[in-house]
């Protein structure tokens, strides 16, 4: 069935809507955190047909040509063999170099679907499927296709400007990652009444400070700030070459709309 733009690209959109309503359910449904740590796998399985029926309709309109299927599955494997080798390896996430590079030269689509795939077939080769794994495959997907958003350049430099402003979205994506995947177990990730704790009750505001200043403490200093240094060495490093490898694929423009 082929869907119109205007009825699917509404679809989408709402879809990463809830997602991420999804990933910051603390903020909006109180719990206790034994409550909360019951709840959890239930968000996480309403986020599972949330991808699939998301995936069904960016499908429909990306992907048009077997060629454009042949690179999806040719650079999920590749970065899922990435992820899997730099497992254990903490915050060093080496696959954000590609899902980056790849949603800046075949768009915001392309990218989302990379990150999706590549997160489920990483997971499928580990056994490393749980609760987590629905937000990180949206998580990632929004890794790619940011990439995909990013302005286009012009100018006698244009190249080393790419590469520097991939890099600084490469630091915000690092950052932002670890902000969305604490969302889905904070409140039950430490106990009460301390300072970074969530607090049933307690107001919107208190309760955002709480979890910044956890984030603040548990990843973005540390995990975080790794995987922003890390991924800014690789593109800097690979970035140029890479991208230049994947442009001259020469995809179809409509193929990715």
């Known amino acids: 069935m082929k869907w119109s733009p205007r009825v699917q690209t509404p679809l989408v959109w709402g879809g990463h809507l809830l997602a991420a309503t999804a990933f910051a359910w603390p903020l909006f449904a109180p719990a206790v955190p034994t409550e909360a740590q019951g709840a959890v796998p239930f968000v996480a399985l309403a986020l599972a047909p949330l991808a699939a029926v998301t995936l069904v309709f960016v499908l429909d309109g990306s992907v048009r040509s077997a060629k454009v299927l042949a690179l999806l599955g040719t650079l999920t494997a590749v970065g899922a063999a990435v992820r899997v080798v730099g497992t254990g390896v903490g915050g060093i996430e080496a696959v954000f170099v590609l899902l980056i590079l790849a949603g800046r030269a075949y768009g915001a689509r ?148």
């Open 110 to 257: 392309f990218g989302f679907l990379l990150g999706v795939f590549v997160i489920l077939l990483s997971s499928t080769l580990q056994g490393g499927f749980g609760p987590w794994t629905p937000f990180q495959m949206f998580a990632c997907g929004w890794v790619g296709a940011g990439a995909g958003l990013l302005p286009r350049l012009r100018g006698p430099r244009v190249k080393l400007a790419e590469i520097a402003m991939l890099a600084g979205y490469g630091v915000l994506a690092s950052y932002a990652f670890g902000l969305v995947m604490n969302f889905w177990y904070w409140p039950f990730a430490v106990g009460t009444g301390a300072g970074i704790s969530y607090e049933p009750g307690a107001t919107l505001g208190e309760n955002l400070g709480s979890f910044l200043l956890y984030s603040l403490i548990t990843s973005t200093a540390s995990w975080d700030t790794l995987r922003a240094i890390t991924t800014v060495i690789g593109l800097a490093v690979a970035g140029p070459a890479v991208l230049a490898a994947l442009r001259r694929a020469k995809l179809p423009r409509d193929a990715l709309r």
